[in-house]
């Protein structure tokens, strides 16, 4: 009798040691593959650096800034030049030399009708005039240091005939008007050598001289 009752009692102990082995089995790969995934996130991790110090050093070979140009303007100056009024357009386009094409149907920095005369060729870095009733503009290519030999050459010698005819027009103020422009500034409804500038500046490949016509003839008068 009392065999019989222990049969069950053993058959109980051994199907609960049964049950704690599998779970002890069961929470083995459990704790190793979180190992595992551990193991991988710090190699991810220790590998990061590497594509940054990649990227790093192709900015830096992108980032070329080629050489900077200079304007020799203290040669500039130094020579004599011949007045001209604002009104006196064919002395105004001798100095930018011979006009290639004229086009009669432009606009001026106000939209208003004008004509633009442009001294270089379509495919040059362009130098031009353009003339209204009311304002003047002289225009010309701005060369950027990644530019060709060739394009800053051009636009050097474009700058030199707008620093010329900048004094021809406001005398020795013109000139430090120019270099002011060619420094970075930008020059705002600024009365200088009896003409009015309405704007002046340089960037993004261009530089342009707007006076303001009506206001030096009221001043004239």
């Known amino acids: 009798m009392q065999k ?12 609960i040691a049964g049950v704690s082995l599998s779970a002890c089995n069961d929470s083995n790969p459990s704790a190793e ?3 595992s995934v ?11 650096p590497t594509d940054s110090t990649d990227a790093a050093d192709l900015d830096g070979a992108v980032a070329s800034q080629g050489n900077p140009i200079s304007y020799d303007m203290s040669s500039w100056g130094s020579t004599e030049v011949e007045p001209v009024t604002i009104d006196e357009l064919d002395n105004i386009q001798s100095t930018f030399g011979s006009v290639v ?5 432009s606009l001026d920095y106000a939209s208003n009708p004008a ?3 442009r001294f270089m060729q379509a495919d040059e870095p ?3 005039i353009i003339d209204s009733q009311k304002y003047l503009e002289l225009g010309w290519y701005y060369a950027n240091p990644t530019d060709t030999d060739k394009e800053k050459e051009l636009s050097q010698a474009h700058a030199q005939k707008a620093y010329t ?3 021809q027009l406001m005398g020795d103020e013109g000139g430090r008007v120019l270099a002011d422009m060619l420094n970075g500034q930008i020059v705002k409804n600024k009365t200088a050598g009896g003409q009015t500038i ?15 016509k009506s206001k030096a003839q009221a001043s004239a008068g």
């Open 4 to 15: 019989n009752s222990l049969q069950p009692l053993m058959v109980s102990m051994l199907m």
């Open 33 to 35: 593959s979180e190992a």
């Open 38 to 48: 551990s193991s991988t996130t710090e190699e991810v991790a220790t590998e990061a």
């Open 101 to 105: 094409t004229t086009d009669k149907n």
């Open 115 to 117: 004509t633009k005369y």
């Open 126 to 128: 362009y130098l031009d």
């Open 165 to 167: 005819l900048a004094r």
């Open 198 to 212: 309405e704007l002046a500046k340089c960037e993004f490949y261009s530089c342009m001289i707007i006076f303001n």
